[in-house]
Every structure is written in structure tokens, then in C-alpha cells.
């Protein structure tokens, strides 16, 4: 019946079919808006993905695309990496999805494989499908461990779109539509100290902060910034929360880019990478005062321990995931992943400062940290007429949500020297393209 869905090499007439099937069925039953903002749809011949391989993204006629957006960085080993397929199938041939009877024995090793690799005490493992579910939980959890309500965020943030992780997001547009979200989020503007001791008080739950703003535009604090944050979260009794759904397991060429800053968080929220390219996971991780609580007026509080299903999820930390996850740490140890993530991105951002030097009337900075780059052009204008030449010379980019001046550079890890000099001289070439044609051309 669906036979023509999954022939890795369809013939001409199930291309056709399913190039005219897909733009339907995203017009009359998923969202023709996605059509509309989708930079694919814009040349039909190649608005179709169809298969991924290593760094490679394909359509269904074969043309290829080199990937540097990631799928906004779940992609750090690429697409379909043999060892993560492997054990994916491995544990598929042994069982499917979580009884949530027994107890899960992948579950439980990846999570004291984690808790290994964490920065200062974080223990305890929480799994989820998606960032934005995990950030959700990280914030009630911090409400259940204080007994407080209230919590601070920053300028340019980006936490998800649930209620409560988009009442933690500062972007206007995306919270307009939906009226009144959680009324007890507090802005403060990111990587400022001033005025801390003001936004974070003893009323505070928690505190929530990406180590490097990811749809913000890629920006990067100062150390001294977020240590003042913990400072100020120690002093008054708040958890730290630190977002690393998309900055973590490995994007910045550590495990968590909260080493790079010397942070001890109470709560880090994980996704993207984790699930090795190949599966839909997240992770809270919290510290034993976030897992506990403490409470002065309830002795006896017990925290998660209470009720430990209070933040569960029926399809999260599957055997599937969590056997992902694992063969991610497997590939990042044997295969230096770390390393080729720092190397690799400052040969990309040295390469990429450069031709900004040599383009100050369309590039305004390059900032980021391993392979996870921003490229800030003038004007949102330019930010998208530079993806599009980008598209065209088939590398696959997109611009940031808080701040579409911004493109973000994001390839796999395994990305070749070869394939990041392809993508320098798309990078030169686009740029060429757009300053000899005037705007609106």
C-alpha cells in the first residue's frame, strides 16, 4: 500500500507522486503556511527531503545538500550514523517501547552516564521527547523543591513553545497570539549584571538561562555574567536552570557548555544532540537540592520522591532513545567528537570572521562557540537573502528567531575539511552575489 514511501531510490513516476502528494496534504490537512516559509518549496525540484547520509541531506531526485543547519542541532553525528543505527536496531530486535511497569535498564545506565559527565553535582535524570517538555519540568520542578511560584528569564531567550517554556521565552510574536501565558516570569536583560539582586529575589522559584542564546542569535555571555547569576540564585534560595537543549552534548566541543563558563547549575535541561541524530530525546538533570527540596515550614518534604511520576512521560526515555543516547557516548569517545567539534568550529569561525572583515556593508559580527556559529548580517533583509544564495549552492542554513539578522552555522561534527571549504567558498560566493544586486532585486 505504502510501498512507494520507502524505496530509497524511487522511480520517476513515485517521485511525481510523491512531490504532488506532499505539497497537497501540507495544503489541506497539515499547514499550507509551512509552504509558504519553507525555503525548499520555493524551487519545488527540490522541496522534498528523502534520504540523509553523514553530513548529506537528499532530495528525492539524488541532488544533495551539505547540511549546516542540523535540524537546528540534532545532527552533531550527521545523519543515519552507522553505530547509532546499530544499536537503535539492536534494542528494536529485543524490545519496542517502555512497559512502564518494569524498570528500564537503558534508561538507567544512560542516566549515570550523564550524571558522570555533568558539571558540579548534577544527579538525578528525568527523560522527555522534546526540549521544550524538559525546560516545562524543570520549571515545576523548581516550584515543588522552593514553594515559590516566580521565576526570571532574559532579553532574546528562547525556551520552547509549551505554555510554560514560551512564558519563558522573550520573543513578542511568539507569545502575542496566545494572550495571557504564566504571569510569573520576570525579564531581565541577558549577559547585563546590573541589577540582579533586583530581578532575582527570595520570591524566585528559578531561574532559567541559556549558556549561549541559541534562536537570540548566537550570542555568548561573559563568565563573569553567569556566575553572577548563581551567585545571586545561592544567596537567595532560587534554582539555577541552565537550557542547554540546544548548546549541550557536545555542539560547543564539550559535553555541556556550561564547563566552558565554570557553572555549577542546580537544573540543566538537555535535547537536540542527545538522542544521536536518530531519536526524539531530552533530559532534565537536577542536583540533590533541586531532586528534594527544602522547605523550612515542611521538615518531611520529600520532593520527586513523593510522587516520582509527577514529571513522567509515556514515550519518553524509551528503550529506542536511551539506546541513541548511549551510542552517541560510544561514537563521541571513539571518535574524538569533542575535539573535532572545538577544532573544526574555530577553523569555520576564523574562516568566516574573515570574509566578514572583507564585507562590512552586509556582515555585521560572527560570534559562537565549537560548532555552533552565528553569522549576523545587517538587516533580517540580508539575513534571508543570503540563506536563500546559501540554498542555492546547496548548503542548508536558516536564521535565528530572536533575530533573523542572524544565520546559524550548525554542521555534523564529522563534517570533512573538504566539505567545510565547499561550504566557505558558498559562503564567499553568496555574499559576492548579493552585494552586486541592489536590494528588492
Request: glycine share 8%; net charge negative.
Amino acid at each position: 500500500m505504502f510501498d512507494y514511501l520507502f524505496n530509497a531510490y524511487p522511480e520517476e513516476a513515485d517521485r511525481k507522486r510523491i512531490l504532488d502528494e506532499t505539497f497537497s496534504n501540507y495544503r489541506e490537512h497539515m499547514n499550507p503556511g509551512f509552504i509558504e516559509y519553507k525555503r525548499s518549496a520555493k524551487n519545488p525540484s527540490h522541496a522534498v527531503e528523502w534520504r540523509g547520509e553523514g553530513v548529506m541531506m537528499y532530495d528525492m531526485s539524488g541532488h544533495g545538500f551539505i547540511d549546516c543547519l542540523g535540524g537546528y542541532g540534532v545532527f552533531l553525528l550527521g545523519h543515519r550514523h552507522p553505530h547509532v543505527m546499530k544499536r537503535v536496531q539492536q534494542a528494536m530486535e529485543r524490545i519496542g517501547l517502555y512497559s512502564q511497569e518494569l524498570l528500564n535498564p537503558l534508561a538507567a545506565v544512560l542516566s549515570g552516564e550523564i550524571a558522570k559527565r555533568a558539571p558540579g553535582d548534577l544527579q538525578y535524570v528525568y527523560y522527555h521527547c522534546g526540549g521544550a517538555e524538559s525546560n516545562e519540568a524543570a520549571l515545576k520542578m523548581a516550584r515543588l523543591a522552593t514553594g515559590r511560584t516566580r521565576h526570571v528569564s532574559f532579553s532574546k531567550s528562547f525556551h520552547g513553545k509549551t505554555t510554560g517554556a514560551l512564558a519563558a521565552t522573550n520573543r513578542i510574536p511568539l507569545r502575542q497570539p496566545f494572550g495571557s501565558l504564566l504571569p510569573s516570569f520576570q525579564v531581565h536583560t541577558y549577559d547585563d549584571i546590573d541589577n540582579l539582586d533586583h530581578s532575582i529575589t527570595t520570591e524566585v522559584a528559578s531561574v532559567i538561562v541559556e549558556p549561549v542564546q541559541g534562536e537570540g542569535g548566537i550570542n555568548v555571555p561573559s563568565r563573569e555574567f553567569l556566575q553572577a547569576v548563581r551567585a545571586r540564585c545561592t544567596e537567595v534560595g532560587a534554582i539555577m536552570h541552565v537550557d542547554e537543549v540546544q548548546s549541550g552534548w557536545g555542539r560547543s566541543g564539550r559535553w555541556f557548555c556550561s564547563e566552558h563558563f565554570g557553572l555549577e547549575p542546580d537544573l540543566v535541561t538537555l535535547g537536540k544532540a542527545l538522542g544521536g541524530g536518530m531519536a526524539t530525546q531530552s533530559a532534565l538533570i537536577a542536583n540533590s537540592r533541586a531532586f528534594h527540596g527544602h522547605r523550612e515550614n515542611d521538615p518531611d518534604f520529600r520532593g520527586m520522591e513523593k510522587n516520582p511520576w509527577w514529571l513522567t512521560n509515556t514515550f519518553a526515555g524509551s528503550q529506542l532513545s536511551c539506546a541513541a543516547s548511549l551510542a552517541s557516548i560510544e561514537v563521541y569517545e571513539h571518535d574524538n567528537i569533542l575535539q573535532q567539534a572545538e577544532d573544526k568550529g574555530a577553523w569555520l569561525k576564523a574562516q568566516l570572521t574573515e570574509l566578514a572583515m572583507q564585507n562590512p556593508q552586509l556582515v555585521r559580527e560572527v560570534r559562537g562557540i565549537g560548532l555552533w556559529i552565528g553569522f549576523e548580517l545587517q538587516t533580517p533583509e540580508l539575513g534571508t537573502r543570503i540563506a536563500d544564495e546559501l540554498f542555492m549552492r546547496d548548503v542548508l542554513v536558516a536564521q535565528t528567531i530572536n533575530n533573523p539578522s542572524t544565520i546559524r552555522i550548525q554542521p555534523p561534527a564529522i563534517i570533512t575539511q573538504e566539505q567545510l571549504e565547499t561550504v566557505m567558498n558558498a559562503f564567499a560566493d553568496s555574499l559576492k552575489a548579493v552585494a552586486s544586486a541592489p536590494v528588492g532585486a
